[in-house]
T-cell receptor, first 117, second 115 residues
Framework: AQTVTQSQPEMSVQEAETVTLSCTYD???????LFWYKQPPSRQMILVIR??????QNATENRFSVNFQKAAKSFSLKISDSQLGDAAMYFC??????????????FGKGTHLIIQP | DTGVSQDPRHKITKRGQNVTFRCDPI?????LYWYRQTLGQGPEFLTY????????KSRLLSDRFSAERPKGSFSTLEIQRTEQGDSAMYLC?????????????FGPGTRLTVL
């Protein structure tokens, strides 16, 4: 079974600064997808960014980028120019590509990101 | 596109009672997922529907849990004889796809409290 580990329960960053959230995963599969989801307080979870394992190029979405190290099974999220609206729980998630989507996402425990004004 | 909606948003019940939650996915989404999220944890997968067919169930889905998706549209999740350990946020997600590349869109969740 796959597992996802987020070793930072909480991170704090000054507004406008850069912060990196860590995520490692364990799998024996070679083809899979990785995601970062954001869950603001009392609001629904939204996708921040995703990465296909077969792609070597790191995904980027505006201020959000990932550092995907397949051999190390590491998938960190970098948030540049942090904004107050970035404050939320961030979840790293894994999905197998082997079963055509029948598997749900496997989530880590999350990192609570605090933005200091 | 109104997003994924869930009803009710909050449910308080007494132990032993039955509860039912509803999820309305984004129109045209053929896939629907249920997850459970307890305090301080990430969501855990419960079950998956492709159209009206329930194709996957997690071992977390005990016999007291049942889910349906009639006509491949909305879905219901019923918990019978609730226990205090069932207290959690129940999340629904939907997606459109024929492979594993689709993005799941989550609803706001139903928070269940079992007294």
């Amino acid at each position: 079974a796959q597992t996802v580990t987020q070793s930072q329960p909480e991170m704090s960053v000054q507004e406008a600064e850069t912060v990196t959230l860590s995520c490692t995963y364990d799998t024996s599969e070679s083809d899979y997808y990785l995601f970062w989801y954001k869950q603001p307080p009392s609001r629904q979870m939204i996708l921040v960014i995703r990465q296909e394992a077969y792609k070597q190029q790191n995904a980027t979405e505006n201020r959000f980028s990932v550092n995907f190290q397949k051999a190390a099974k590491s998938f960190s999220l970098k948030i540049s120019d942090s904004q107050l609206g970035d404050a939320a729980m961030y979840f790293c998630a894994y999905r197998s590509a082997m079963r055509g989507g029948a598997d749900g996402l496997t989530f880590g425990k999350g990192t609570h990101l605090i933005i200091q004004p | 596109d109104t997003g994924v909606s869930q009803d009710p948003r909050h449910k308080i019940t007494k132990r032993g009672q039955n509860v039912t939650f509803r999820c309305d996915p984004i129109s045209e989404h053929n896939r629907l997922y249920w997850y459970r999220q307890t305090l301080g944890q990430g969501p855990e997968f419960l079950t998956y529907f492709q159209n009206e067919a329930q194709l996957e169930k997690s071992r977390l889905l005990s016999d007291r849990f049942s889910a349906e998706r009639p006509k491949g549209s909305f879905s219901t999740l019923e918990i019978q004889r609730t226990e205090q350990g069932d207290s959690a946020m129940y999340l629904c997600a939907s997606s459109f796809g024929l492979s594993g590349t689709d993005t799941q869109y989550f609803g706001p969740g139903t928070r269940l409290t079992v007294l």
